[in-house]
Nanobody
Framework: QVQLVESGGGLVQPGGSLDLSCAASGSMSSIISMGWYRQAPGKERELVAAIISGGSINYADSVKGRFTISRDNAKTAVYLQMNSLKPEDTAIYYC????????????WGQGTQVTVSS
């Protein structure tokens, strides 16, 4: 089992910055991806950014150039640096880890609220 704990959410003014962290514990072998998703009220959960095995990174078009995803060398934590935040970035942000298995093992954190408002 893998446990994911997010931190770093909060209230920020438009144009501000926030850093999110996701700490993983448990057996983290055969990582396929580590990433961040978000869900705004009344909307479906969507990809924000993810690091795929091998190191490639995917970003949602809406956050390219503003958000940066990274992880620690031990691959037990993933981070999201968010700059130039906009009100439309307001959402609950979730950490997600996918591990190889048959079927694939998918783990989600409990989420952290990010609110961008003046």
């Amino acid at each position: 089992q893998v446990q994911l704990v997010e931190s770093g959410g909060g209230l920020v003014q438009p144009g501000g910055s926030l850093d999110l962290s996701c700490a993983a514990s448990g057996s983290m072998s055969s990582i396929i991806s580590m990433g961040w998703y978000r869900q705004a009220p009344g909307k479906e959960r969507e990809l924000v950014a993810a690091i795929i095995s091998g190191g490639s990174i995917n970003y949602a078009d809406s956050v390219k150039g503003r958000f940066t995803i990274s992880r620690d060398n031990a691959k037990t934590a993933v981070y999201l640096q968010m700059n130039s935040l906009k009100p439309e970035d307001t959402a609950i942000y979730y950490c997600k880890v996918v591990l190889w298995g048959r079927p694939l093992a998918v783990y989600w954190g409990q989420g952290t609220q990010v609110t961008v408002s003046s």
